[in-house]
């Protein structure tokens, strides 16, 4: 879900005039809006890679199936895209963590979704992202959901079907703001039996659930692992 370019702003100040920034998603319109927004932003246009997604007419990407399996990703010119340094999966999700801001979002919930349909769909879209990553890039998943299915468990399904390849790795520098995040989710972890806020034991720092009560932000969950085994995936 690139959207209409807010993280793909943040990454391009990130990786610095060298770097390249590839933007995927389903809505042509919405990555059409992210060049003028680099062009305000004073990002060189060379910077933004789009990349469309292909979505077959009718597909319901939903469904049990999954509907008509995509072609391969490639850029808005049809060249295949080289290996990634890091790959950000910001994927489609019920985004029951931004409730606060969006309550009307609680009766659009269907509990099948939440339960399979979009774990599936995660799943799915997380073990296309691993291809594109380099040997020793990382790959790092992101909801804005609440739903363990569509968090954890999504995790979990990576770490054994790609484990081989991939091995969890720190979200975060130490001494980060972003290790004082896991820092708080972990004792609220500890203080709250049942709130899943940080991973523990051999995870721990490796994913983390942000929330409203503990971090005063809405609620999202993080997830990273980087490229050990052999695979055609990084830059940009």
Request: hydrophobic share 40%; proline share 10%; glycine share 12%.
């Amino acid at each position: 879900c690139a959207g209409n370019g807010g993280k793909a702003l943040a990454l391009a100040a990130l990786v610095g005039p060298q770097g390249r920034v590839f933007c995927h998603d389903v809505s042509l319109p919405r990555l059409r809006q992210i060049p003028g927004r680099f062009a305000r932003a004073g990002i060189p246009p060379e910077a933004l890679v789009l990349c469309p997604a292909a979505q077959s007419p009718g597909a319901d990407p939903l469904a049990e199936d999954g509907g008509p399996a995509p072609g391969p990703a490639v850029d808005e010119h049809g060249a295949p895209l080289p290996p990634m340094d890091v790959v950000l999966v910001d994927a489609p999700c019920s985004s029951t963590g931004v409730l606060r801001r969006h309550p009307s979002l609680r009766w659009e919930l269907e509990e099948e979704a939440m339960a399979q349909g979009l774990p599936r769909l995660q799943r799915d879209i997380l073990g296309r992202a691993a291809a594109h990553v380099r040997p020793g890039g990382r790959l790092v998943y992101a909801t804005c959901a609440l739903n363990p299915a569509e968090n954890e468990a999504v995790a979990a399904w990576f770490d054994v079907a790609h484990g081989r390849e991939f091995e969890p790795a720190a979200l975060f520098a130490p001494g980060s703001d972003g290790t004082r995040a896991v820092d708080a989710a972990r004792r609220a972890s500890r203080l709250f039996p049942g709130y899943p806020g940080a991973a523990t034991d051999g995870l721990a720092g490796t994913r983390v659930l942000l929330s409203t009560p503990v971090h005063g932000t809405d609620c999202f969950f993080i997830a990273a692992w980087t490229r050990v085994g052999r695979g055609h995936g990084a830059a940009g």
